[in-house]
């Protein structure tokens, strides 16, 4: 990671801070939308959600749809990059059925424990939920046919880093679906180093 001017422990655990508040309080007032509010604004599908715990619903915080590309399909393997409290992934581990399997990643132990739970509450047996990094998936090579990720990249400091793990876990031929915030121009330094920008 040479070259990032942040501190990335620092960075990492005031974001892990703001999504601890996004688990316990899902109805505060954060700098996005969150919830089913979200959801809809992204132009998810009512019948995608349909049977997911309320819990994980409130709890979404993505800025798109990964979706809007198209549901996984019947069998494939799909990798969630920052999966939060799962509701992507159980998305994903719906569209792709008995003979699919979904791996959601995430750095924060909170997320995660959300996450397991819903996923026992909706009773979705083809996902499970692992702690790491983006730019240290804990998942192995060529994997994955599909790879999710939604408002999560813009977080990472080692963008590079995290593509390159995107693309060792995805099988030859395999397909990156990434909702994300991008932007078109350098960032200036001070604001590289400024974490409440990287927080909001």
């Not at 809007?68 to 994903?92: I, K």
């Not at 915030?181 to 927080?199: F, G, H, N, Y």
Request: proline share 5%; hydrophobic share 45%; with cysteine.
């Amino acid at each position: 990671m040479s070259g990032i001017a942040v501190d990335v422990a620092k960075l990492r655990e005031e974001i892990r801070i703001k999504y601890v508040e996004v688990v316990e309080h899902p109805d505060a007032t954060f700098h996005f939308h969150t919830g089913l509010r979200a959801a809809a604004n992204a132009g998810y599908l009512d019948g995608w959600l349909e049977g997911l715990p309320k819990s994980s619903i409130a709890s979404f915080a993505g800025v798109a749809n990964p979706f809007h590309w198209g549901l996984p399909r019947s069998g494939e393997r799909v990798v969630d990059v920052g999966s939060g409290t799962g509701m992507d992934a159980m998305v994903a581990a719906n569209a792709v059925g008995a003979d699919g399997r979904v791996i959601g990643v995430d750095m924060t132990p909170e997320m995660l424990e959300r996450a397991r739970e819903g996923a026992v509450e909706a009773e979705i047996s083809n996902v499970e939920f692992r702690e790491g990094l983006a730019e240290q998936l804990p998942v192995d090579d060529e994997w994955a046919d599909v790879v999710i990720s939604n408002g999560v990249i813009n977080l990472v400091p080692d963008k590079l880093g995290a593509y390159r793990e995107i693309a060792r876990v995805l099988k030859p031929g395999g397909r990156a679906q990434i909702a994300d915030i991008c932007v078109e121009k350098p960032v200036p330094e001070s604001a590289l180093q400024d974490i409440d920008l990287w927080t909001g």
